[in-house]
């Protein structure tokens, strides 16, 4: 430890990957377009991102913001139009995408029906000429970490959806990529069983200590099983954080609307911007993320669950209102409150004696999250 250089702390112990957070893949400022003119659209737009070793990244958003492109200029199937991709510390741009240490997982499985499950896995070595027995043992060894071994010698043609999943999981990781690249790759599976995969996926991704980058756009998945998460929009990157950062501290509207329910609310920021004053008066510390404005108008969001139903005069409702309506589903209930001032709120609890029809007043947290739009 006395050997660290003369800028480290003076108890620095020797950085490991998971404290340094070293880099597998640094995109910087990676743009793709498709087509010509008046039809051109741009699939990603000036993207820049860190992916981090030994991580499960998860790039979520809608339809069409531009995730499989990014995956693909990953694998190298596609190349940017501008900006570049670093694989751990390394210009990728020149390699094709079988001299790239990364392999896909498609959304469709892409096996060969007519060979063995044991055969798939193995393809990919067998591909790189590697020698017969290194083969034997890396599908023996992948067969085991899928739980497969029983049906090794089974056509591909003759397994289930989630049998098919793990076959395709197996060979995509049998070469040992630096990177595995999942695109949807869930997406066929029915509710139970997608379920059952993700935490298998989970597993697979801690054991093998490979990077994981898995495309979604269920941000409920996106929640469940990511160390990080990337949201998109349109070709950007809104907002990288871990899930609970991402769900309790959306920055923009666009991420706040996107994952799960919320309630944005309008309201002023102080003169300092430290505090934003509700539409009943109440002033609230204010959390204000890069690039949000430091006074006037601004959204805030509240998320259902951190509300809670209180008198009216009492000291702790921040807004009042009246209950319109109430929703059982099963975990709890969703009481919808008219604001006193208009809009409404969605409040919810996992018991409640709230009344339709009652005015109640609304406690929100200490602190309330600023959107920038
Ligand atoms: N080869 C192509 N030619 C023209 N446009 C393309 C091509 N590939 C993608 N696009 C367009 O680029 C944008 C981003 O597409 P992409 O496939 O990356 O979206 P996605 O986020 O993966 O969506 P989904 O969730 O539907 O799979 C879309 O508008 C799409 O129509
Ligand atoms: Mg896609």
């Known amino acids: 430890m006395a050997t660290q250089s003369a800028t480290a702390q003076p108890d620095a112990h020797r950085p490991t990957a998971a404290t340094t957070h070293e880099v597998m893949i640094h995109a910087e400022g990676v743009t793709k377009t498709f087509g010509h003119g008046s039809s051109q659209i741009t699939a990603l737009d000036n993207v820049t991102v860190d992916i981090r070793k030994n991580e499960f990244f998860t790039l979520l958003g809608p339809s069409g913001c531009g995730k499989t492109t990014l995956l693909r200029l990953i694998a190298g199937f596609d190349l940017p139009d501008a900006g570049q991709i670093l694989l751990d510390g390394q210009e990728i741009g020149h390699l094709p995408p079988y001299k790239r240490p990364v392999n896909t997982v498609f959304q469709s499985y892409a096996l060969f029906p007519h060979m063995s499950v044991a055969r798939n896995i193995g393809f990919g070595l067998e591909?790189?000429?590697?020698?017969?027995?290194?083969?034997?043992?890396?599908?023996?060894?992948?067969?085991?970490?899928?739980?497969?071994?029983?049906?090794?010698?089974?056509?591909?043609?003759?397994?289930?959806?989630?049998?098919?999943?793990?076959?395709?999981?197996?060979?995509?990781?049998?070469?040992?990529?630096?990177?595995?690249?999942?695109?949807?790759?869930?997406?066929?599976?029915?509710?139970?069983?997608?379920?059952e995969m993700q935490i298998e996926l989970k597993r697979l991704q801690g054991e093998t200590g490979i990077t994981f980058v898995f495309v979604t756009h269920d941000q409920e998945e996106a929640l469940t099983m990511s160390d990080r998460i990337a949201v998109m929009q349109a070709g950007s990157i809104l907002q990288v954080g871990a899930p609970k950062e991402i769900y309790n501290n959306p920055a923009?509207?666009?991420?706040?609307?996107?994952?799960?329910?919320?309630?944005?609310?309008?309201?002023?920021?102080?003169?300092?911007?430290?505090?934003?004053?509700?539409?009943?008066?109440?002033?609230?510390?204010?959390?204000?993320?890069?690039g949000a404005a430091?006074?006037?108008?601004?959204?805030?969001?509240?998320?259902?669950?951190?509300?809670?139903?209180?008198?009216?005069?009492?000291?702790?409702?921040?807004?009042?209102?009246?209950?319109?309506?109430?929703?059982?589903?099963?975990?709890?209930?969703?009481?919808?409150?008219?604001?006193?001032?208009?809009?409404?709120?969605?409040?919810?609890?996992?018991?409640?004696?709230?009344?339709?029809?009652?005015?109640?007043?609304?406690?929100?947290?200490?602190?309330?999250?600023?959107?920038?739009?």
């Open 252 to 290: 923009r509207r666009f991420v706040a609307d996107f994952i799960g329910d919320i309630n944005i609310l309008d309201g002023d920021l102080d003169a300092k911007g430290e505090r934003v004053i509700l539409p009943g008066g109440a002033s609230i510390r204010a959390l204000l993320p890069e």
């Open 294 to 373: 430091r006074t006037g108008r601004v959204s805030v969001a509240i998320r259902p669950e951190n509300m809670n139903l209180t008198a009216p005069d009492a000291p702790e409702a921040a807004l009042t209102g009246r209950v319109t309506n109430i929703v059982y589903f099963g975990a709890g209930h969703n009481v919808h409150v008219a604001l006193e001032g208009g809009g409404e709120v969605l409040v919810r609890r996992a018991q409640t004696d709230a009344q339709i029809g009652a005015h109640v007043g609304l406690s929100v947290p200490d602190a309330v999250q600023v959107l920038v739009d």
């Open 127 to 195: 591909m790189q000429g590697r020698p017969k027995s290194e083969i034997k043992d890396a599908t023996e060894e992948m067969l085991a970490l899928v739980q497969m071994q029983h049906l090794a010698g089974r056509r591909t043609d003759q397994l289930s959806g989630g049998q098919q999943q793990r076959v395709a999981l197996a060979r995509a990781l049998a070469p040992r990529p630096k990177v595995l690249l999942l695109d949807e790759p869930l997406s066929a599976l029915d509710l139970k069983l997608r379920k």
